[in-house]
């Protein structure tokens, strides 16, 4: 029985439509949806560029950390609303900070959920691309099924 999905998500299309997938497999199992986030710990004083800009459109103001803190909170409302919209009842929203592979892993062990959604491609850069991106070493590392998401 699935009765816990953890669906990882850093903003991108990808993520976004992933949310979109386990809130529909959510609904039907009537399963918790963890929604879960992770900032990268060696990047936290570094916004990126696509990040800041949108922080500036947003009028979120003030040190990078404290505004990647407003994004993140920013973007699970926005993944909350958009699994009530697909009947989703039971949403558990998380913000955590490490290496994004293992902490998702890590999260998904802790939370003991069924299975880990999570898109194919992400706002990882071209080194992430070449030694492989985290979807590709969620889905090496993890003990439950992960759906990957295009």
Do not use: W
């Amino acid at each position: 029985m699935i009765d816990r999905i953890l669906v990882a998500i850093d903003g991108s299309n990808h993520s976004l439509k992933a949310v979109e997938y386990a809130a529909d497999i959510a609904a039907g199992c009537k399963s918790t949806l963890i929604i879960l986030t992770v900032l990268r710990s060696h990047q936290l004083p570094n916004l990126s560029k696509e990040l800041r800009s949108y922080a500036q459109m947003e009028h979120i103001s003030g040190a990078d950390f404290e505004a990647m803190k407003l994004l993140s909170g920013e973007l699970l409302s926005h993944a909350e609303r958009i699994a009530k919209e697909r009947n989703v009842t039971a949403i558990d929203k998380m913000v955590e900070t490490g290496p994004v592979a293992r902490t998702i892993v890590a999260i998904a062990a802790r939370k003991k959920a069924n299975m880990i959604v999570i898109g194919s491609r992400g706002l990882g850069n071209i080194e992430a691309t070449l030694r492989g991106g985290v979807s590709h070493r969620v889905e090496l590392l993890a003990k439950c099924p992960v759906l990957t998401v295009k």
